[in-house]
């Protein structure tokens, strides 16, 4: 099964912070990547999709990058609603597999 | 609007069986592709199953894990879709999500998930 790896597991940051997730894949996932938001006690949304496209009504300041087996995440003006857990997954082949996700808390 | 509710969560000893049940709405189930996924306390999201459409051979793919063990189906004529789990271990215990497939199978769409609790 191919792993995916998060880092950092958890990071702090203010409001209007610049936020980067890296997510590495085990092996050559072309750009079948996928990134949700999930808050405490809810089900993950959906946010990100091929890497870099967004899923509408996601806000712009929320993006995505990369291919092959290095990806990024990136939240360019972080806002209260962003505090959240984010978890990258690959759909390049089954078994599916998500990284270990990452939190994203308030400094 | 989509909508995927689950049901038949609950208390189950190690050894035992659940039925788990997503219904959906609002897009042509029978069409879909749908995975179910999981999230034991505290931990992250793990991938348990996907099934196809029946134009696509209903071909279902399993987690390692559970691979065996649990058993995905659908009916497109109550446009639901299950999750039969036997041999239920305490490592079982989590929330179930039903998710749809977007694209190339991204989960796109989540339910409100199930609990399920394994325990002596």
């Known amino acids: 099964a191919i792993r995916m790896t998060q880092s950092p597991s958890s990071l702090s940051a203010s409001t209007g912070d610049r936020v980067t997730i890296t997510c590495r894949a085990s092996?050559?996932?072309?750009?079948?990547l996928a990134w949700y938001q999930q808050k405490p006690g809810k089900a993950p949304k959906f946010l990100i999709y091929a890497a870099s496209t967004l899923q509408s009504g996601v806000p712009s300041r929320f993006s995505g990058s990369g291919s092959g087996t290095d990806f990024t995440l990136t939240i360019s003006c972080l806002q209260s609603e962003d505090f959240a857990n984010y978890y990258c997954?690959?759909?390049?082949?089954?078994?599916?597999?998500f990284g270990g996700g990452t939190k994203v808390e308030i400094k | 609007e989509v909508q995927l509710v689950e049901s038949g969560g609950g208390s189950v000893e190690p050894g035992g069986s659940l039925r788990l049940s997503c219904a959906a709405s609002g897009f042509i189930f029978s069409n879909a592709y749908m995975n179910w996924v999981r999230q034991a306390p505290g931990k992250g999201l793990e991938w348990v199953g996907r099934?196809?459409?029946?134009?696509?051979?209903?071909?279902?793919d399993y987690a390692a894990p559970v691979k065996g063990r649990f058993s995905i189906s659908r009916d497109d004529s109550k446009n639901t879709v299950y999750l039969q789990m036997n041999s239920l271990k305490t490592e079982d215990t989590a929330v179930y999500y039903c998710?749809?497939?977007?694209?190339?199978?991204?989960?796109?769409?989540w339910g409100q998930g199930t609990l399920v609790i394994v325990s002596s």
């Open positions: 092996q050559d996932i072309t750009t079948y």
């Open positions: 099934i196809k459409s029946k134009p696509d051979g209903e071909t279902i």
């Open positions: 998710t749809t497939c977007g694209g190339d199978c991204y989960s796109n769409y």
């Open positions: 997954q690959q759909y390049y082949n089954y078994p599916f597999t």
